[in-house]
C-alpha cells in the first residue's frame, strides 16, 4: 500500500522533525546521533506513527508483516537520503540480539535484518 503525496509530505516532515531532535554529539563535529527507523517511529508525532502502524501494521521480526510501520520509515529516509539537498545521511548497524521498544507497539520489535540502517541528519 502506497502513501499519498499528501502522506508521503506528512512522514517526511515528520521524519526531519524526530531526526531534528536527535542529540548532538560530543565530538567537534557536534554531529547528531544516528538512529534506527524502530526509533524514528516510536518518537516521531503521534499522528504520522498511527498513520503509518495502521497502514503497515506492526514491525520487526515475528509481527507477521512483511513490510511494516518502521520500514515505511526506512523506505522514506532512503528517499531523503537522495532528494531534497542529500539532508539525511544512511549507515548500518549490527542488530543481532537487539530488542526496540516502539509506542504503540504491544511488543519488543526484534529488528528482522541484520545490519539495520541508522540514520541522521547530515
Do not use: K, N
Not at 511494516?68 to 539537498?85: D, M
Amino acid at each position: 500500500m502506497r502513501l499519498t503525496r499528501s502522506e508521503r509530505g506528512q512522514v517526511d516532515a515528520a521524519i526531519l522533525a524526530t531526526l531534528g531532535r536527535s542529540p548532538r554529539g560530543r565530538g567537534p563535529s557536534g554531529a547528531r546521533r544516528w538512529m534506527t527507523a524502530y526509533q524514528i517511529l516510536s518518537l516521531m508525532a503521534r499522528q504520522s506513527r498511527e498513520m503509518l502502524q495502521r497502514r503497515y501494521g506492526p514491525s520487526g521480526q515475528g509481527a507477521r508483516w512483511f513490510f511494516g510501520a518502521a520500514s515505511a520509515v526506512a523506505t522514506a529516509c532512503r528517499r531523503l537520503s537522495r532528494s531534497r539537498g542529500h539532508v539525511v545521511a544512511i549507515d548500518y548497524l549490527d542488530t543481532r540480539r537487539i530488542e526496540i521498544t516502539i509506542t504503540g507497539q504491544p511488543a519488543p520489535a526484534v529488528p528482522s535484518y541484520s545490519p539495520c540502517g541508522i540514520y541522521r541528519l547530515r
